[in-house]
């Protein structure tokens, strides 16, 4: 018997198909992410006499900054995606009648939450350049 080669059908999302490229994206972004709210807040307590906030938008206001977290989101809303509906074929609740509503959910969920983070850098980036 020869070696067998996993090959996804055309028919999956690409998110479905990259999940370790998203996966360990979201791991750097989070260990980003850490290092520049978290350990200074919580941890270490160095933020220069700033409050979270300037903390916050000092980081947003920076474009590659807010970019790669902006990226990250969407990265995260495609893995999410696919986790979602995945959990729902784990626990045995994936059937033909329901995929359609579980497909949509599985979206809804991924859009509101990553576009909720995702709309904070975003305001601090066009907040920057109206001002």
């Known amino acids: 018997?020869?070696?067998v080669?996993?090959?996804?059908s055309n028919k999956t999302f690409w998110s479905s198909r990259n999940m370790i490229v998203?996966?360990?994206?979201?791991l750097l972004f989070l260990i980003i992410h850490l290092k520049t709210f978290f350990v200074p807040y919580r941890?270490?307590?160095d933020m220069d006499g700033r409050t979270l906030?300037?903390?916050?938008r000092d980081a947003f206001y920076n474009p590659l900054y807010s970019g790669f977290y902006v990226v990250c989101?969407?990265?995260l809303a495609l893995h999410l995606h696919h986790g979602i509906s995945s959990a729902f074929q784990t626990v045995g609740l994936?059937?033909?009648n329901y995929y359609g509503g579980i497909k949509l959910i599985s979206v809804i969920l991924s859009i509101v939450i990553c576009g909720g983070f995702a709309a904070m850098p975003l305001y601090f980036v066009f907040d920057?350049?109206?001002s």
């Open 128 to 130: 920057k350049f109206m």
């Open 22 to 26: 998203s996966g360990s994206i979201i």
């Open 1 to 3: 018997m020869g070696y």
């Open 53 to 56: 906030y300037e903390l916050t």
């Open 5 to 8: 080669k996993f090959k996804p």
């Open 43 to 45: 941890i270490t307590g």
């Open 73 to 75: 989101m969407v990265l």
């Open 94 to 96: 994936r059937h033909p």
